[in-house]
Nanobody, 126 residues
Framework: QVQMVESGGGLVQAGGSLRLSCTGS????????MAWFRQSPGKEREGVSC????????TYADSVKGRFTISRDNAKNTVYLQMNSLKPEDTAMYYC???????????????????WGQGTQVTVSS
């Protein structure tokens, strides 16, 4: 049984930082590209960042470029999202997801991500 477990969310003031982690089990982690998505109330789930299977390539949504950094440690079956200079508009539930491919896919199509975590809440106060 595949499980993806996120952690690291919390309440932080604007300008602060958080580091999210997502650890997978029950799958061959380095067979999967990994992505972070987020969803706030009343909005669609949106892609935030993605990292290819080997970690050789990363992509970011325009709204987080220069502030967030995605990385992975395949030996630990874990993907990270370092979030700096947080803004109130970053407030959302953050989810990690796994795609059985080398790459992230054009525009990170959610239907192609097989496994999802339960989410971790990030709240940024102004």
């Amino acid at each position: 049984q595949v499980q993806m477990v996120e952690s690291g969310g919390g309440l932080v003031q604007a300008g602060g930082s958080l580091r999210l982690s997502c650890t997978g089990s029950g799958l061959t982690f380095d067979d999967y590209a990994m992505a972070w998505f987020r969803q706030s109330p009343g909005k669609e789930r949106e892609g935030v960042s993605c990292i290819t299977r080997t970690g050789a390539s990363t992509t970011y949504a325009d709204s987080v470029k220069g502030r967030f950094t995605i990385s992975r440690d395949n030996a630990k079956n874990t993907v990270y999202l370092q979030m700096n200079s947080l803004k109130p508009e970053d407030t959302a539930m953050y989810y990690c997801a796994a795609r059985p491919s080398i790459t992230c896919g054009a525009n990170w199509p959610r239907r192609e991500y097989n496994y999802w975590g339960q989410g971790t809440q990030v709240t940024v106060s102004s």
